[in-house]
């Protein structure tokens, strides 16, 4: 325990040298059966303390208390909401902890590191409901209620409800825990975003039992065979004029 | 009965006592002379004096307790746990409305030096200028220039949340009479420059002994035990004593020990997590080298200390064998067998201060918490410890910390289920 952390620079020469001498020394050197193995030097190993919450490989966790899918999300997007975390925009006490102590480029490489995570989608436990709230949470998430001004899901998490990049999510593969919890902070300002940000609007203008509803519903679909946000040139419908997203998730 | 009454007759001559005192002493607005406006004027305009005022805000961390979560640095509005009640910190940005725009040096002066407001009233104590009493007027001066060459945020303080009776200003007069004694930090002649820099930067601005202290109920701290470790009031977190030699929490510890984990975090001996994270990222990683260096020197000179008589030979507890097996299984694979760690990734628990220290919180939260040690420019992308809050039950977490408490150099007290009760809500500020 005499090695401590800080990587000093060291001139470029002596690097190499070092390098070489290693390498030798690892091809002279005999198995070891005592020696731990090297601590891998990746992401990966990193964010243990994430992928406890989220699944090895940000699958999500089976039980829906423990932390939602990351992978495959849109890298802006889960930039933007670790960014929330930090600034407590975004309440959730075991996150807010976890990313406290982490740099803007670091949480980028994280985002980046699940955003790019390819896991199959598994089947998510959906509560009984009666055929006619699944209706309805079809209808809201197709079609919209126009007597509440709430637009259609789809018309802007996209008609595959696969979200677009680089900031807007998609909206399958989720528990309906999850989604439910999430429009319900959404109207209690516990997950808020800059300006008149998009899902508080959506969510204060729908029905409590709505939230039931669609919740229901879209835990109830099968995600596509290699589902991805789409690109961001594949969005044909503008956003609403007083649908702001954040800006973090975006410039680097 | 009789001695409750007796009591209420000294309370009411103390009132008396403090009233008067209040209602004649020489307090309020300090007079403004036009010689020291000039001087005020002149100093905000030089950049050199800025420029250093930016480097001591930092070793002050000002920015620290005067930001709120998601706010503009400076401008206040971070509400300070205290066992007392919120205070909430004032904005410190140069707006003449809310801010110090119209403050003169002089007043800024007598609020870090005698923690006094702008009309003369007692300042509270979470404002640590029972440290800050320490710093040289040149110094505050550069730090008020720095301050003053902010951008102006306006943004009203927020309201005290202090519960009566500690929301009675005429209260502190007692407090301070108990615990605070103004003076500039004297250097001593009989050590070198370095120390003196050491203590300077420990006893004033870096305010380390508010933390590494124990304090009383009144909130106050204990003379003749600087830096000897104490529980942070409203915090919970367990701020270990800073002597480096026999008895000590650091005993042990080389000079570069200190370095690396003030700079980047990390070190052979431990990483740095909880508040101490916090204080790492946002101020003493960005201290000069050569001030690292005058840190650990000073640091070093604290004397040993006595070692507490243990009560009784050390025994280790019933619960070491589910303790063993558990740390097997969830701890081993990164922390070894041995119990220390590997170098500048997984610290030591064998021999680690923040595993022995008396009251068991550290490890008791870190174990619950988990997670990063603070991303430093040294050490940019560290590594991190799972919570085990939802996967070990109370007893678990009680038998295994008690496990790392006691084994290889380790020999701490026990903990119990009840405590691991109590720390198990997650701080989220």
Known sequence: MTISAPRRSLPRAVVVLLAFCLCTAALAATPQSDAAP???????????????????????????LGGPRLAGKPAGYLLQQLAYFQSGQRQHAPMEYVVRQLSPAYLRQIAEYFAKQDVPYRKLAVPAVSEEIMRRGEELVLHGDPSRAVPACDSCHGARLTGFEPMMPGVLGLSYGYISQQLVSWRTHTRAAEGPYCMGVVANRMRESDINAVSAWLANQTPPVGMHPQPASARTEPLPGWCVMGSSGVTP | MNSLRRWWWV????AVVVAVWLALRPAGRLPASPGQRDADAAALKDLALIKRGAYLATIGDCAACHTARGGQPYAGGRLLATPFGDVPAPNITPDPATGIGQWRFDEFWRALHRGEGRQGEPLYPVFSYTSFTKVTRADALAIFAYLNSLRPVNQPDLPSGLDFPYNVRSGLVAWRALYFKPGVFKPDPAKTAEWNRGAYLVQGLGHCNECHTERDSLGGIKKDQHLSGGQIPALDWYAPDLSTQAGGGLAGWRAQDIVDLLKTGQSARGAAFGPMADVVRLSTQHLTDADLQAVATYLQSLPPRAAAAPAAPFARAASA???????????ADCHGMDGNGVAAVYPPLNGNTSVTEPSGINAIRSVLLGGFAPATAGYPMPYSMPPFARQLSEAEIAALVTYIRQSWSNQADAVQPDE??????????
């Not at chain 2, 309370?11 to 103390?14: E, H, N, S, T």
């Open chain 2, 11 to 14: 309370l009411a001559m103390l």
């Open chain 1, 38 to 64: 090297p601590v891998p030097d990746t992401l990966q190993q990193r964010v243990v303390a994430c992928t406890s919450c989220h699944g090895s490989q940000g699958e999500g966790s089976p039980d829906s």
């Open chain 2, 420 to 429: 691991v009760r109590l720390y198990r809500h997650t701080p989220a500020d």
């Open chain 2, 321 to 331: 064998e589910q303790g063993g097996k558990l740390y097997a299984q969830h701890c």
